[in-house]
C-alpha cells in the first residue's frame, strides 16, 4: 500500500476539526475585510475631502446647504455636491499653485499642466500650449471657508474607519480562539493516538529503542506539530487571506499594476520549495540528534551512580557533546539558510517593488492624461506596504513549518509501527492447565533460545524452572505472557492454543512479579489497585496484608496513602517487591509468575513471601524462576534448562537423587551458604 504524505496525514487530522478550522478561517476573512477598507478610506479622504476643493465650483444664488461656500458675498458649490434643483450663476476653478490657492471665476481651467504665477496672471503650459487666466489669490483664512464642509464627511469617514477597526479586533479575537482551539485539539488526539499506538507495538521494538527516543516523538515532535497548526499555519492562512484581500483591493484601485504584482505569488513558491529542499535535510538530523540527546541524557541519570562510582564522567561528557555539537553544526547550518530567505530577502523585494512602482508611474505621468490622484497614491502606497507584511510573515515561518515536517514525519514512521489490535473483551477465567507443545523460539529469528521445549503443567501446581544464566527461563515466561511468540510450536492454557486469543485475553488473569519491581508515581495503594475499578481499597490492603507489606506499611505516618514517587526509590528493594506482589496478588490471578522475585531479598523478607506462597498458591497455577534452590524446595515440579533444553525434570528430591546437573548446583549453593555463615 502506498505511504500517504506527511503533509496530508496532517491534514486529515485537521480535517478532523473542520468546523472550528472553517468558523476561524470565515472570521478571519471578515477581519481582513474589514482592516482593508482602511486605504480605500483614506483615498476617499485624500482626494474628495484635503485636496479635493481644487477643481471646478459653481455660483449658486442662496445657501441651501452645508456644502455651500460663502466667499466675499457669493456663493459657491463644489462640482460634485452640485444636485439638479440647484441653479448655476456661472462656473469657477480653484487652483493651487504651490502653497497658495487662486480662483479663476467664470471660466474652467483644466487641471494638469505645469502652473505658474505672475501676480494675479495663472499660466498653465500643457504639451501644445500655454494658456493664461486671471486669479484671485486665496488667503489661508478664507480657504478655511472652502475646507470646513469637508470636515463633518471626513470624521465620518474616520469615525467608520475606527469602527470596522472595532469589529475587525472582535473577529481577530475569534479567529486566534477558534484556530488555537482548534490545533490543541487536534496535537490533543496526535498525542493520544501515537500513545495508544505505542501499547499496540509488539514488545521487542522497545527493545532496540533508547527510551529517550520514544519519548521524544511523543513529546517534542508533537510539540513541533502543535507549533505548526496553532502559529504556522494559521499565520499562513491569514497572510494568505491577508494577500488576497490586497490584491482585491490592487484590482478595484489599478489593474494593470496589480496583475504585475501577481508575480509575487509564484515567486513565493519557488522561494518555498527551495527551502524546503535544503531545510528538510538539516532538520531531520536536527530532530534526530535531539531524539539522541534525550536518550543520553535518560540513560545518564538513569546511570548516575554507575557513572560517578567508576569515574566515567568525563566520558560520558565527551559522547554527549558529539551529540550536542552535531545537533550547534546543522541548527548553525539551518540558521544561515534562514538569514539568507527570510527578512532580508524580503526587504530586497520590497524595494525593487517601489523601484518598480515608481517607474511605472513616473512613466505614466509623461502623459497629462494618465496623472493620478495623492489619494490614489497613498492608497497603493499604502497596500503595497501591507502586501509586503504577510509575504515576511510567511517567509518567517518556513523554519517552523519544516521542523513540523520533520516532526510529523518521525511521529508518522512510529505510529506506522505494525501494531496488534486491543482485544479486551471479557476471558471466563481459566483454570491455568498449561502446556508448551516443541516450542522453538529467537528473538533475532536465528540465535534459538529455546530449542524444541515441550513441558504440561496442571492446574494449582508451583513449578520452578532453573538453570544457569541464558538458559531460557525467563524466555519461557516470555512466551507465556505472550510478550513475544514463539517460531515453531504452540502453547496452550486449558487447552486453548494462545494464539487465538489476543496478548490482553491471555494476560488478564495471569500476574507477574519481577525481580526488578517497579513501582508508579502515587501512593501505596494506587500501586496496588493499578487505578483498577474492580480492585477495591480494601482488597488491596487485603493483599498488602497477606504478602506481609503491612509490617512495614503500618509505621510510615500516612499508612497505605503514603506517597510513591517514580520508581520507589524512597523503599528498600525488599520493599518494593512485597508492594508488587501484593500487586500481583490483588487481581487473583489463575496464574501466577514469579521471575526470580526472591532473588535480591533479604531472608527474613524472603520468609514473609514464602509463607504468603503457601497460603495463595492453591487453586493457582504458580511459575518460578529462581537462582536461590532453596526457595524452591516444594514445587510439584523442577525444571532444568540449559542452553535452550530441558535436560532434568522432577520434584526436589527426585532430582537431588538423580545427581545431576541440579544437584550439583544445589550443592555449590549449600557450600556457599556454609562458608558464608
Given at each position: 500500500m502506498k505511504k500517504r504524505s506527511t503533509e496530508r496525514r496532517l491534514f486529515q487530522y485537521a480535517l478532523q476539526f473542520k468546523k472550528r478550522i472553517i468558523i476561524g478561517i470565515i472570521c478571519l476573512m471578515i477581519a481582513t475585510s474589514l482592516e482593508?477598507?482602511?486605504?480605500?478610506?483614506?483615498?476617499t479622504i485624500i482626494d474628495e475631502h484635503v485636496v479635493g476643493i481644487e477643481g471646478t465650483w459653481y455660483s449658486v444664488p442662496v445657501k441651501d446647504d452645508r456644502t455651500t461656500v460663502e466667499f466675499e458675498n457669493n456663493y459657491y458649490k463644489r462640482e460634485d455636491?452640485?444636485?439638479?434643483?440647484?441653479?448655476?450663476?456661472?462656473?469657477?476653478?480653484?487652483?493651487?499653485?504651490?502653497?497658495?490657492?487662486?480662483?479663476?471665476?467664470?471660466?474652467?481651467v483644466p487641471l494638469q499642466g505645469e502652473r505658474s504665477v505672475n501676480g494675479n496672471t495663472v499660466t498653465i503650459k500643457l504639451q501644445t500650449e500655454s494658456i493664461t487666466f486671471t486669479g484671485e489669490k486665496i488667503s489661508a483664512s478664507d480657504i478655511y471657508s472652502f475646507f470646513k464642509p469637508e470636515q463633518r464627511p471626513i470624521l465620518l469617514l474616520l469615525a467608520l474607519y475606527v469602527g470596522l477597526l472595532i469589529i475587525a479586533g472582535i473577529f481577530q479575537f475569534y479567529k486566534t480562539f477558534m484556530l488555537q482551539k482548534a490545533s490543541n485539539q487536534i496535537v490533543k488526539k496526535m498525542r493520544n493516538d501515537i500513545f495508544e499506538h505505542t501499547?499496540?507495538?509488539?514488545?521487542?521494538?522497545?527493545?532496540?529503542?533508547?527510551?529517550?527516543?520514544?519519548?521524544?516523538?511523543?513529546t517534542n515532535d508533537t510539540e513541533a506539530i502543535r507549533d505548526l497548526y496553532e502559529r504556522v499555519l494559521s499565520i499562513i492562512i491569514t497572510s494568505a487571506i491577508y494577500m488576497a484581500g490586497i490584491f482585491v483591493a490592487l484590482f478595484i484601485l489599478n489593474a494593470k499594476l496589480a496583475v504585475w504584482f501577481l508575480l509575487l505569488i509564484p515567486l513565493i513558491i519557488v522561494w518555498m520549495k527551495f527551502y524546503k529542499f535544503f531545510g528538510t535535510k538539516y532538520n531531520k538530523v536536527i530532530r534526530s540528534t535531539i531524539s539522541e540527546i534525550n536518550g543520553k541524557i535518560n540513560e545518564a541519570i538513569q546511570g548516575m551512580t554507575i557513572i560517578q562510582a567508576f569515574r566515567r564522567e568525563k566520558k560520558t561528557k565527551e559522547e554527549f557533546e558529539v551529540l550536542n555539537k552535531r545537533h550547534f553544526t546543522y541548527q548553525r547550518k539551518l540558521l544561515k539558510l534562514s538569514a539568507l530567505t527570510s527578512y532580508n530577502l524580503v526587504t530586497v523585494f520590497r524595494n525593487i517593488s517601489f523601484v518598480a512602482f515608481i517607474w511605472y508611474f513616473g512613466s505614466a505621468?509623461?502623459?497629462?492624461?494618465?496623472?493620478?490622484?495623492?489619494?490614489?497614491?497613498?492608497?497603493?502606497?499604502?497596500?503595497?506596504?501591507?502586501?509586503?507584511?504577510?509575504?515576511?510573515?510567511?517567509?518567517?515561518?518556513?523554519?517552523?513549518?519544516?521542523?513540523?515536517?520533520?516532526?510529523?514525519?518521525?511521529?508518522?514512521e512510529l505510529m506506522d509501527k505494525e501494531g496488534e489490535e486491543v482485544n479486551q473483551e471479557k476471558l471466563e477465567?481459566?483454570?491455568?492447565?498449561?502446556?508448551?507443545?516443541?516450542?522453538?523460539?529467537?528473538?533475532?529469528?536465528?540465535?534459538?533460545?529455546?530449542?524444541?521445549?515441550?513441558?504440561?503443567?496442571?492446574?494449582?501446581?508451583?513449578?520452578?524452572f532453573v538453570g544457569h544464566t541464558g538458559s531460557g527461563k525467563s524466555s519461557i515466561m516470555n512466551l507465556l505472557f505472550r510478550f513475544y511468540d514463539p517460531q515453531k510450536g504452540t502453547i496452550t492454557i486449558d487447552g486453548h492454543n494462545t494464539m487465538e486469543w489476543s496478548r490482553q485475553q491471555v494476560r488478564s488473569h495471569m500476574g507477574i512479579v519481577l525481580q526488578d519491581p517497579f513501582l508508579f508515581s502515587g501512593t501505596i495503594i494506587s500501586n496496588v489497585t493499578m487505578n483498577d475499578p474492580k480492585i477495591t481499597r480494601e482488597k488491596a490492603i487485603q493483599a498488602l496484608r497477606t504478602v506481609g507489606a503491612d509490617r512495614f506499611i503500618e509505621k510510615l505516618p500516612k499508612k497505605y496513602d503514603e506517597k510513591v514517587s517514580e520508581g520507589?526509590?524512597?523503599?528498600?528493594?525488599?520493599?518494593?517487591?512485597?508492594?508488587?506482589?501484593?500487586?500481583?496478588?490483588?487481581?487473583d490471578p489463575a496464574i501466577l509468575i514469579l521471575d526470580e522475585a526472591t532473588a535480591n531479598i533479604d531472608t527474613e523478607t524472603e520468609n514473609i513471601i514464602q509463607h504468603a506462597l503457601e497460603v495463595l498458591k492453591q487453586g493457582r497455577t504458580t511459575l518460578v524462576i529462581a537462582h536461590r534452590l532453596s526457595t524452591i524446595q516444594q514445587a510439584n515440579t523442577i525444571f532444568v534448562l540449559d542452553h535452550g533444553?530441558?535436560?532434568?525434570?522432577?520434584?526436589h528430591e527426585e532430582l537431588i537423587a538423580e545427581k545431576g546437573t541440579y544437584y550439583q548446583m544445589y550443592k555449590m549453593q549449600q557450600g556457599i551458604s556454609q562458608r558464608a555463615v
Open positions: 482593508l477598507a482602511g486605504p480605500l478610506i483614506a483615498k455636491r452640485i444636485n439638479e434643483k440647484d441653479e448655476i450663476v456661472n462656473t469657477n476653478t480653484i487652483l493651487q499653485i504651490g502653497s497658495e490657492y487662486f480662483l479663476v471665476q467664470g471660466e474652467e501499547q499496540r507495538i509488539p514488545i521487542n521494538y522497545f527493545v532496540d529503542q533508547p527510551a529517550g527516543k520514544i519519548v521524544a516523538r511523543i505621468s509623461l502623459d497629462i492624461q494618465n496623472i493620478i490622484s495623492i489619494g490614489m497614491l497613498y492608497a497603493i502606497v499604502d497596500l503595497l506596504n501591507r502586501l509586503f507584511e504577510p509575504v515576511n510573515d510567511i517567509v518567517n515561518q518556513l523554519p517552523l513549518l519544516e521542523q513540523a515536517r520533520v516532526a510529523g514525519s518521525r511521529v508518522f477465567r481459566y483454570k491455568g492447565n498449561i502446556e508448551f507443545d516443541h516450542i522453538s523460539f529467537a528473538y533475532n529469528d536465528a540465535d534459538y533460545v529455546l530449542k524444541d521445549i515441550s513441558l504440561s503443567i496442571k492446574s494449582g501446581e508451583t513449578v520452578a520507589g526509590t524512597t523503599y528498600s528493594l525488599g520493599e518494593r517487591q512485597l508492594i508488587s506482589f501484593a500487586r500481583a496478588l490483588a487481581f533444553k530441558i535436560i532434568e525434570q522432577g520434584n
